[in-house]
């Protein structure tokens, strides 16, 4: 217990998340495009074939494990429990539908390497993403609508958290699926404006977003009061898991999501880090009653 106190689990759990991010990056820039790095090396190729069937799932699962317990720190157990449940349901249906109909994101279809999938269609380390970095992404939006003391500090929250999320994805989708990269996590077959992705995806992005946090903040019933744990850790998992995106991107050539993920999420993401507003930030928990 004393451990959950003073925030060492947490910290371990993101150390974990980060070092599986880093491990993937070197799978996907540096392992794959040069075999003859490890396939004379019998661990080596243990290792390669190890991570070629777990580690794109790994640091997902890590992610999830760290914000359920820095949620649940934070918020509450049942708060973050709630969160949980709803953010895996709706994303993993809004995916479902996308796969299997091509709304609301469009028409693709995942590959194999994010782990075993739900009905065939959907890795079950997706939804666990949704969850992770919406709760982040929430947490963050939540601060930031402090600092800028809306009086409205729910929508604000909620819009924030959205926002957050979806400049996520900016990043994200055009490097995870692009054919110059070692492999593919997906695989659209549609067109669009944005580096060949439909619009309709990140409306989509957004609409999920705001179903699964306005109907979490529902059935709370009551907005996350500002106390006392830092918000360090969220915003330490949004910034990396972005940082994540971005060295994808770079990778293949795109360097214009980069900046709109800088421009639109990281520096206003950082913004929270003003010390008047991390002093009376320091845990954002329920009402004792709640």
């Known amino acids: 217990m004393n451990r959950l106190q003073n925030g060492s689990l947490p910290t ?10 880093i491990f993937g990056l070197i799978g996907i820039l540096v392992m794959l495009p040069n075999p003859e790095l490890w396939s004379g090396d019998p661990n080596g190729v243990r290792v390669f074939n190890f991570s070629m069937e777990y580690a794109g799932a790994i640091h997902i699962i890590l992610g999830a494990i760290a914000m359920l317990v820095v949620g649940g720190l934070a918020l509450g157990r049942r708060f973050v429990g709630i969160f949980f449940v709803v953010a895996f349901t709706l994303s993993l249906t809004s995916e479902l539908l996308g796969t ?4 609301p994101f469009g028409n693709y279809e995942y590959t194999n390497f994010l782990g075993y999938k739900v009905l065939g269609h959907v890795p079950y380390s997706i939804p666990l993403s949704w969850f992770y970095m919406g709760l982040s992404s929430y947490m963050i939006g939540s601060l930031l609508a402090k ?3 809306v009086k409205r500090h729910t929508a604000w929250t909620i819009g924030l958290g959205v926002w957050f999320l ?7 989708d055009p490097a995870m699926a692009h054919e110059s990269l070692s492999i593919q996590f997906w695989v659209w077959d549609e067109t669009g404006p944005y580096f060949g992705m439909p619009i309709k ?3 989509g992005w957004s609409v999920t977003g705001l179903l699964y946090m306005g109907l979490s903040r529902i059935l709370w019933k009551r907005e996350p009061n500002p106390d006392h744990i830092s918000v360090r850790l969220p915003l330490a998992v949004y910034i990396v898991n ?3 995106a971005m060295v994808l991107s770079l990778s293949v050539g795109l360097w214009f999501p980069v900046v709109l993920a800088v421009v639109l999420g990281v520096i206003p993401a950082l913004f929270i880090l003003d010390s008047r507003v991390l002093t009376p930030f320091r845990q954002m928990r329920m009402a004792p009653d709640a």
């Open 166 to 172: 979806t400049v996520w994805d900016l990043v994200l």
């Open 201 to 203: 995806n990140f409306i």
């Open 12 to 21: 371990w759990l993101f150390i974990a998340h980060l070092t599986a991010l």
């Open 100 to 103: 299997g109909t091509g709304w």
């Open 147 to 149: 600092k800028l003391n």
């Open 242 to 244: 972005m940082g994540f």
